[in-house]
């Protein structure tokens, strides 16, 4: 019985405590009288009946007033602490209980607060205690999880139905660039990789494992963009008997290098289909030459001069060959991914160190990543600073770095003459020396196996000269996504717990512990989306394994391709010009849709953002028929005495903190911190399966607002 309920019952029994006794007595009086008695008493009582009534009335409805005094202070306040003392023991252990109402609900809010601080003092030794003895076991899956981010090759961990628990940065960087379906933990690694040659590697590894050889299998397979990945396999075994629970994927693109051996496959053909018609033809001249010595001097020199010149045609291909090659050769020289700061940084000591010359950084650009023989370049830069001390007495030197397209313009500045062309010619061709130490390499020799450019330049400045030189940028397979992670910490790459875990389908009699979920926000032009108005940012992080994942986002502006409405501007603060240039929604709905894919999705009033993205279904192509659970119809569910259920009040609540409101990722970020303050008070409440958390939400009163 709900309070409602037990509400309607008292006020019915306070009529039935105001009239009965009356109605009772009378009718006693009315069967023991005599008809003329009878009379005389309606004669009496009728004309008296109304201010009775009145009388009765009034005292009902101040009856009425005192138990509903006596509910909202009682009943009601006991609910709202007991919801508040569940939101402590579960939610936020440093909520407290305000106390308010008469002296004894007074009274014992208090003893509840008493209560609660022992049991935080009692708990925080517990906590020290539990902490430290999982130090080691934490500090030692720390240091895998370290060491397997920052390994240079692209590594990914799954369980045995594909379900990704571990991937490195290097994962993250390459396969983004190579394939449109998104890496994250607990998705399919089977969007990326074809499902028949994992089973059949792993099956080849289980092969290996019998015969008591190293249980590793290797295969080859090509992406939808037609990258060409070598894909190293590596079975983890658990149990007794060892049975595979998951696997080790080692990646590499061999894209570049294929096409390289491909290259030099074509310059070897060439060269010796090319060479087989001299060869022969100077064999039958010089066969000639030799079974007839006594040939005439005009006929001797025709085939002398035959041989002369297949050899010389010989020649000039060989040398084209070797000018073909000795490109193939460049490509192979060793490069890595640096960031260019560093290298600016690193140049910038050794010509103090190694120069003498005083050099500072100015105007250096700290996104820009290049690929680099870093030994090298910082060689050749230390280099033309030794020339130009020596041969113009240069002062001190100006690093700058920023980009030029696709290229990093990497400049070194003096004030004082330029280099003349003469002077920079013998430069390139020099065998390079800086600082006593030496290399048979050229200043050109360098540059042109970093496949850049460089040349001296006037500044605008009146006494200011410029060495440039042009080096590609790193890229989007390589590096170019490592910079947006500075300052973030360790992404959550990896989650061991998903060895235990099931398949990844969405099963509604599956407990929500172990579901994954994508949790969203939008962003409108307006509150009203069957009226027109649009999506102008949405925004979602991932919850896995019941664990939220700030790494694994989606965050995107979108053009409406109409006006933001005044109203709307003032409480997001998104204009229309920042909306100028930004995908419509028939191209970013799609992604957040695969960003979604076989989770449930998880918002606050979530049947308003729903509204906005079903009205867009038939114009995208893509249907979103995932489940959807509200935070706002949860809070409901646990809470119904709670007078608010707004994003603020909730967060509140729970000890969940706001930083930003009404900006997409930032509002989904709290309702994900919401969501898994819920779980635990919605499986006290007998809410454990993904089914009856959406019957549970039906069924509250907010459930049945339309949009």
Request: one cysteine or more; hydrophobic letters at 45%; aromatic letters at 6%.
């Amino acid at each position: 019985m709900n309070a409602r309920t037990r509400f309607l019952l008292a006020v019915v029994i306070l009529g039935l405590l105001v009239t009965g006794p009356f109605l009772v007595t009378a009718t006693l009086v009315w069967l023991d009288m005599k008809p003329a008695e009878r009379d005389l008493l309606v004669q009496l009582i009728v004309p008296r009946l109304p201010l009775g009534a009145f009388l009765t009335a009034v005292g009902f409805f101040a009856g009425l007033i005192v138990v509903r005094r006596l509910f909202q202070q009682y009943v009601q306040g006991l609910l709202r602490m007991a919801e508040h003392l569940r939101m402590m023991l579960s939610a936020n252990r440093n909520l407290r209980v305000q106390p308010e109402g008469p002296p004894e609900v007074r009274l014992l809010a208090e003893a509840a607060n008493n209560l609660a601080e022992q049991r935080d003092a009692r708990a925080e030794q517990v906590e020290a205690q539990i902490a430290e003895a999982k130090g080691r076991l934490e500090e030692e899956r720390n240091r895998l999880a370290a060491l397997m981010s920052e390994l240079a090759q692209a590594v990914v961990v799954c369980n045995r139905e594909g379900r990704v628990l571990l991937y490195n940065n290097r994962a993250r960087v390459q396969l983004r660039a190579l394939s449109s379906a998104p890496i994250g933990l607990g998705r399919s690694i089977y969007a990326l990789l074809d499902r028949s040659q994992i089973d059949h590697a792993l099956e080849s590894a289980a092969e290996r494992r019998k015969a008591n050889k190293v249980a590793m299998a290797s295969f080859v397979t090509a992406t939808s963009a037609g990258h060409l990945l070598r894909v190293q396999l590596v079975p983890v075994l658990a149990g007794q008997p060892p049975e595979v629970s998951g696997y080790v994927l080692s990646i590499e693109n061999i894209t570049r290098n294929m096409e390289q051996e491909a290259v030099r496959d074509q310059i070897i053909h060439d060269l010796t289909e090319g060479s087989r018609g001299s060869l022969a033809v100077i064999r039958a001249a010089v066969t000639n030459l030799a079974d007839y010595p006594d040939m005439e001097a005009l006929e001797r020199e025709r085939f002398v001069a035959i041989a002369n010149g297949e050899a010389a045609k010989m020649g000039h291909k060989l040398e084209a060959t070797l000018e073909r090659f000795a490109g193939s050769l460049k490509s192979r020289w060793p490069l890595e991914d640096a960031l260019g700061v560093d290298i600016v940084a690193a140049a910038a000591r050794r010509v103090e160190d190694k120069v003498g010359l005083p050099t500072r950084l100015e105007q250096v650009d700290d996104t820009i990543w290049i690929r680099v023989d870093s030994y090298a370049l910082i060689f050749a830069i230390a280099f033309v600073a030794e020339r130009l001390k020596e041969h113009y007495n240069i002062r001190d030197l100006r690093l700058r770095l920023g980009a030029e397209g696709r290229y990093a313009c990497l400049d070194l500045v003096w004030m004082g003459s330029n280099v003349s062309p003469e002077t920079f010619y013998a430069w390139e061709l020099e065998a390079m020396q800086a600082g006593g130490d030496s290399t048979p390499m050229t200043l050109r020799d360098v540059i042109e196996r970093h496949g850049g450019e460089f040349w001296c330049q006037r500044e605008k400045a009146a006494f200011e000269a410029c060495f440039r030189l042009m080096l590609p940028m790193a890229t989007p397979d390589m590096a170019s996504d490592l910079p947006e992670m500075a300052g973030e910490g360790r992404p959550e790459y990896y989650d061991f717990d998903l060895f235990a875990q099931a398949g990844g389908g969405i099963d509604l009699d599956r407990p929500l512990a172990e579901l994954t979920y994508s949790v969203f926000d939008t962003e409108t032009t307006g509150l009203e989306p069957s009226n027109g108005d649009e999506i102008i940012q949405i925004g979602a992080v991932r919850i896995v394994n019941g664990r939220l994942l700030r790494q694994e986002t989606y965050d995107q502006l979108i053009d409406p391709q109409r006006a933001i409405r005044p109203e709307s501007v003032a409480i997001h603060g998104i204009d229309d010009a920042m909306l100028q240039g930004q995908p419509v929604a028939r191209v970013a709905l799609p992604a957040f849709h695969s960003f979604c894919a076989e989770t449930v999705l998880v918002g606050h009033n979530a049947a308003f953002d729903m509204r906005f993205l079903q009205l867009k279904e038939a114009d995208i192509g893509v249907a979103f028929t995932m489940p959807v659970l509200d935070t706002l119809l949860l809070s409901a569910v646990l809470h119904p005495a709670q007078e608010s259920h707004r994003l603020e009040a909730i967060a509140e609540r729970l000890g969940v903190g706001i930083e930003v409101r009404h900006r997409a990722l930032e509002d989904a970020m709290a309702t994900g911190e919401i969501f898994l303050k819920l779980l635990p008070l919605l499986a006290e409440n007998g809410v454990v399966t993904l089914r009856q958390a959406l019957e549970a939400s039906r069924q509250t009163y907010l459930a049945r607002v339309k949009y």
